[in-house]
């Protein structure tokens, strides 16, 4: 394959990235309108999300076998397609059944976006050229998610919350033509058979897990039957699968896979990056706007430096290729990321722009440090038949990661303040002189319900804020616990699972 052709690839794989990441999050700031509009509750709208994300997990290891059987470049070209039909479906959608179900459809079609973008561009690429097209890829993987919420509130406020959904439109025409002139066909493998046993029993155990995760908060986690129910069935549809996985003699996924050591510390590295990476992003918009009163553009307006800094780290790790070793780039990045978790868990509700700004720079540095190099030295050694396989597994680790992570600071967010509150509305005490002093300079009165009140809700924000800071701390020791993984990556071309694999296309 000439140069040209190669790059027009990466282009179109690139913009299929963008469009399906754009989506894990674009939709989010939209939710209050959708409400409004359908007169659904809070639960019910929820599932415009929760949809997405169940159906994303089902599909996603679906990719290799599909791509296997019918060819690489019509699953691709289908599965865009069909999610931007999907997308314009969701955008006319006038109740709230029809716009869950196309979000299910979306989802299912986006599902194999990211793996097959992935492995397509390892394929495409000579070995000492992965570090470099993994940044170019990266940047479309994360300014999707960091933008998203961004693109998503300017949309919402000046046009309507249809054009979250429309905006694929585009997006998805670009990415159809450039897929259709540029990419080649693979081989198929029609002799390959399916195994739907052991596809059952994964998919089963990632739609509990997802929606265990994704309710668990709000039905008060393990005081719930359904959240009971999905677990057992999550731990023991997990448990058939992987005994299944050993004992079939044509399992679903390739047990080969794992015995590969890069491809398993990095889905280990992967997993842990995932839980930080949407987690923080989850907890931003409500520190500034619940607490600190602050429009939902201006929120995006501060936030969006981070995808600045995700591009710019991108670049460099381009730039340096294969001449540092990967893994000293991967614990820079996770180190940065944990010294800007560090500053935020410092922050209180007088943080000025540019603290949330150059924090956001920072942390958009480290995660710009991580997935290049990470993905690379990953698939280092892998064979190349098993890079559709090893990309969605991939993208599913990081996923899982990041809907663990979202599901953890949900739960200890709402945990640590009513535990903060009830300190310090224990440890009010009247005749105190702090509580003395407010009240002989007219700050309180506690002889009126309209001081009580006030009262109250000062206590009720002080004691958010404490939590929101301890989620913030919380994410800054994952960070830091994830660094030992990276010791267990070998660098390329020194793995002991054999020699470095060139899957370059001719």
């Not at 097959?116 to 990266?138: C, F, I, N, Y």
């Not at 409500?286 to 553009?297: A, H, I, N, T």
């Not at 800007?340 to 710009?368: C, K, N, R, Y």
Request: aromatic share 8%; hydrophobic share 55%.
């Amino acid at each position: 394959m000439d140069a040209g052709r190669r790059h027009g690839v990466t282009v179109a794989v690139t913009l299929a990235t963008v469009i399906q990441t754009l989506d894990s999050t674009i939709a989010n700031v939209a939710l209050p309108r959708m409400q409004g509009e359908m007169g659904a509750t809070q639960e019910q709208i929820s599932w415009v999300l929760t949809s997405y994300i169940v159906s994303t997990a089902i599909c996603m290891p679906l990719t290799a076998f599909v791509a296997d059987r019918f060819g690489r470049k019509r699953l691709f070209v289908a599965s865009v397609i069909g999610f931007t039909l999907a997308s314009m479906a969701c955008g006319a959608a006038t109740t709230l059944e029809q716009i869950v179900l196309f979000r299910l459809l979306q989802g299912a079609f986006g599902a194999c976006l990211v793996p097959l973008s992935q492995s397509v561009l390892l394929d495409t690429w000579p070995r000492e050229k992965h570090a470099s097209v993994m940044a170019v890829w990266g940047v479309g993987v994360m300014l999707g998610p960091i933008l998203g919420p961004t693109l998503g509130g300017w949309l919402t406020e000046y046009q309507s919350w249809r054009w979250v959904f429309y905006i694929n439109l585009p997006l998805g025409i670009l990415t159809t033509l450039g897929l259709l002139a540029w990419l080649p066909e693979t081989p198929l493998e029609r002799a390959r058979r399916f195994d739907a046993m052991g596809f059952a029993f994964l998919a089963i155990a990632l739609a509990a897990l997802q929606l265990m995760l994704d309710r668990g908060e709000h039905l008060d986690w393990f005081e719930s039957r359904e959240i009971v129910v999905e677990a057992v069935l999550a731990a023991l549809c997990a448990y058939l699968f992987v005994v299944h996985l050993l004992t079939h003699p044509a399992p679903f996924l390739d047990p080969k896979l794992f015995a590969d050591r890069n491809f398993s510390a990095g889905l280990a590295t992967a997993f842990g990056i995932g839980v930080v990476l949407l987690a923080t992003m989850t907890l931003l918009p409500p520190f500034l706007q619940g607490l600190m009163g602050w429009p939902v553009f201006d929120t995006g307006l501060v936030l969006a430096p981070r995808g600045v800094g995700t591009a710019i780290a991108m670049i460099v790790c381009g730039k340096l290729g294969d001449s540092v070793d990967p893994r000293a780039t991967i614990l820079l990045g996770l180190g940065l990321t944990a010294f800007a978790l560090h500053e935020m868990a410092g922050f209180d509700t007088t943080v000025q722009p540019w603290s949330i700004v150059w924090t956001g720079v920072v942390q958009g540095l480290g995660i710009g440090f991580v997935f290049p190099p990470l993905t690379a030295v990953t698939f280092a050694s892998l064979a190349p038949r098993h890079r559709n396989e090893g990309s969605a597994l991939f993208s599913l680790a990081r996923n899982i990661g990041s809907s663990v992570g979202i599901s953890v600071v949900v739960s200890a967010l709402s945990r640590n303040t009513r535990i903060e509150h009830a300190a310090i509305a224990g440890s009010i005490d009247p005749s105190g002189v702090p509580l003395r002093l407010a009240l002989e300079a007219g700050i309180w009165r506690l002889d009126a319900p309209e001081g009580l009140a006030a009262l109250e809700a000062e206590v009720a924000r002080q004691a958010a804020t404490i939590a929101f800071l301890q989620d913030f701390r919380l994410m800054m020791w994952v960070c830091i616990a994830t660094m030992p993984l990276v010791l267990l990556l070998r660098r390329p071309g020194t793995s002991a699972s054999g020699p470095v694999h060139t899957a370059a296309a001719d």
